[in-house]
T-cell receptor, first 114, second 110 residues
Framework: GAGVSQSPRYKVAKRGQDVALRCDPISGHVSLFWYQQALGQGPEFLTYFQNEAQLDKSGLPSDRFFAERPEGSVSTLKIQRTQQEDSAVYLC????????????FGPGTRLTVL | QKEVEQDPGPLSVPEGAIVSLNCTYSNSAFQYFMWYRQYSRKGPELLMYTYSSGNKEDGRFTAQVDKSSKYISLFIRDSQPSDSATYLCAMTQGAQKLVFGQGTRLTINP
């Protein structure tokens, strides 16, 4: 595919469940970002990878949030013991080595925690 | 106070009007400025990307940056109903995380 893809598009979890959200970046893009978007707000940064290295995880709200990109392509954002305040849209973005400031976003995963 | 401030609107204008969307920011380290358009239940789509102060035009869209005032704008000429969306300003120090405004919800009425 030509763009960033994310799966699942929608996820409903019971409070306390673990969830895993997947991001497939644009082929060849070295940088990958995760953002969290609450209803009616702009996206907020969670974490950033360059290839397989996680260079910035300052936006992860708690140690229940964990992200990985083991082979430098697909990334997974994992949330353990979900809470209601984790309900949001989780967006993934990628950028290329030559146009590092232009981030292209996927459609997002809408997580609802009951 | 947030690093990037954006009036959330909503903003409603008639078709054909000129639309002006604005953001202010406090961090003088921001060097790169973007405007994204986000339709309901979709991811943000990059519209405009600028680096220096001044204007950049792309079709009906003009992005303006004033680094001395820490103020950026997006102008939409000849607005169309298909322009109805949420517009997000974003900025970065360079090859790093984007810091977004809250987004302005825009409706163009036929």
């Amino acid at each position: 595919g030509a763009g960033v893809s994310q799966s699942p598009r929608y996820k409903v979890a019971k409070r306390g469940q673990d969830v895993a959200l997947r991001c497939d970046p644009i082929s060849g893009h070295v940088s990958l970002f995760w953002y969290q978007q609450a209803l009616g707000q702009g996206p907020e940064f969670l974490t950033y990878f360059q290839n397989e290295a996680q260079l910035d995880k300052s936006g992860l709200p708690s140690d229940r949030f964990f992200a990985e990109r083991p082979e430098g392509s697909v990334s997974t954002l994992k949330i353990q013991r979900t809470q209601q305040e984790d309900s949001a849209v989780y967006l993934c973005a990628s950028s290329s080595r030559t146009q590092r400031n232009e981030q292209f976003f996927g459609p997002g995963t809408r997580l609802t925690v009951l | 106070q947030k690093e990037v401030e954006q009036d959330p609107g909503p903003l409603s204008v008639p078709e054909g009007a000129i639309v002006s969307l604005n953001c202010t920011y406090s961090n003088s380290a921001f060097q790169y400025f973007m405007w994204y358009r986000q339709y309901s239940r979709k991811g943000p789509e990059l519209l405009m990307y600028t680096y220096s102060s001044g204007n950049k035009e792309d079709g009906r869209f003009t992005a303006q940056v004033d680094k001395s005032s820490k103020y950026i704008s997006l102008f939409i000429r000849d607005s169309q109903p298909s322009d109805s969306a949420t517009y997000l300003c974003a900025m970065t120090q360079g090859a790093q995380k984007l810091v977004f405004g809250q987004g302005t919800r825009l409706t163009i009425n036929p």
